[in-house]
């Protein structure tokens, strides 16, 4: 028998967003997202799996933002492609901002 708990405000949220009465750890969800922040360790992986699956756009421009911190200014060679990966991307039409 499932322990019956409240919700926690991250729950809350998530059902609301997945147009849900109650969501619980483990459940699978869709839900809208606000904001999907990427950094210079994630955004290159994301970007390569955006390009492999061969998408356009993406979904909403105004919802997602990259912020480059850990790797600028580049330091060593091996980690510029991370940080221009980015770049690059968020000069493209399908983009969005880098901050």
């Known amino acids: 028998m499932a322990t019956i708990h409240p919700m926690t ?3 809350k949220i998530l059902a609301s967003h997945a147009k849900k009465k109650e969501v619980s750890p483990g459940d699978l969800i869709d839900a809208r997202v606000d904001l999907a922040l990427g ?5 290159p992986l994301a970007i390569q799996a955006f390009e492999e699956m061969g998408a356009q756009k993406v979904f909403h421009r105004d919802r997602i933002a990259l912020v480059s911190r850990s790797l600028c200014p580049c330091q060593r060679h091996p980690f510029c492609g991370a940080v221009q990966n980015p770049q690059k991307f968020c000069k493209s039409p399908s983009s969005y901002p880098l901050f």
């Open 9 to 11: 405000i991250t729950e």
């Open 39 to 43: 950094n210079d360790i994630t955004a």
